[in-house]
């Protein structure tokens, strides 16, 4: 029998719901359909999971090389004999490296100088650094492993050739209705053109893809910060002319919407939707948090 939601915090109902560690299916049902009937729940859930989403991806998990990991851990331990042999005179038992970093944060190691734990803190500092924190940011796998008739890598190209300058408007107009018209006529579907706080529509391009006919929006704002979106009829995928990873398109039929980041080298941020029958996918090089306020206020 399931759990009445009325024993429980609501906050941590919504905590537990996104670490997915509620296994009564008759909980979860109760949860998702209060989400799906309270809009402040939903927005206090996305939030939420908005927040946990960009912590998350701050650390990346990133493999070690062995003879790099084996070299740093020789230098430390080459360090820690140094520090033991110019204390010797105080006769004391010194604990192994593993056991320092163990115990570095619960008890003080009178027997060894305080330099010792910075020598090590900032090895270790360093390590994370080169292997954590440098190099290139790990980018989306639906990105890595999407394909030309990918709608997400196709966006992903789209956008920086128009950031580039490579691509530029068939159709220079800031007139809505006068888009629409041209997709209507060109593209031959119903394209969605939102109105965005403190961003103005510069234009259109139309093209086709295998077979299937798109549409790219462009605004810009007063600093030139470009919000890129690309359109195509849902049937597009219906008829596998375009990929969209299953993954994606439950996450959009969930939540409304799938946003991420890490999508490129320069940490752009992408969100996926569908506006009636059409799939829609934002570009932007604002981070996470910016871009779900400028797209709360145009996804409507």
């Known amino acids: 029998m399931g759990q009445s939601t009325t024993t429980f915090n609501i906050d941590e109902l919504i905590t537990s719901y996104i670490d997915n560690q509620i296994s009564d299916p008759e909980l979860k049902s109760q949860i998702e359909a209060m989400l799906s009937k309270d809009e402040k729940l939903m927005r206090k859930y996305k939030s939420e999971l908005l927040t946990k989403q960009m912590l998350s991806s701050k650390l990346p998990v990133i493999d070690v090389p062995e003879k790099t990991y084996r070299n740093v851990i020789s230098s430390i331990d080459g360090i820690i004999e140094q520090v033991k042999s110019r204390s010797a005179a105080e006769k004391v038992e010194y604990p192994t490296f593993w056991q320092t970093i ?10 060894i100088p305080r330099y010792a734990f910075g020598i090590v803190a900032v090895f270790i500092l360093g390590i994370f650094l080169i292997f954590g924190g440098g190099g290139k940011k790990t980018k989306n796998p639906y990105i890595l492993a999407g394909t030309e008739k990918s709608i997400m890598v196709q966006a992903v190209n789209s956008f920086h050739k128009i950031l580039s300058g490579d691509v530029k408007p068939e159709l220079s107009s800031s007139n809505a209705a006068e888009v629409e018209k041209y997709v209507h006529d060109k593209a031959h579907f119903e394209a969605f053109v939102p109105k965005i706080d403190n961003y103005q ?14 549409a790219h929006l462009i605004y810009k704002d007063g600093h030139d910060e470009i919000i890129y979106i690309y359109q195509t009829p849902l049937t597009s995928v219906q008829k596998k002319n375009l990929d969209l990873p299953d993954e994606v398109a439950n996450e959009i039929t969930k939540m409304k919407y799938y946003m991420c980041d890490e999508v490129d080298d320069n940490n752009c941020t992408m969100t996926l939707w569908y506006k009636g029958n059409i799939i829609c996918v934002s570009m932007s090089t604002m981070p996470k948090k910016d871009m779900y306020a400028a797209f709360s206020s145009f996804n409507k």
């Open 102 to 111: 163990k115990h570095t944060f619960k008890a003080p190691f009178l027997g």
């Open 201 to 214: 529509l510069t234009g259109v391009v139309c093209n086709e893809y295998n077979g299937q006919n798109l």
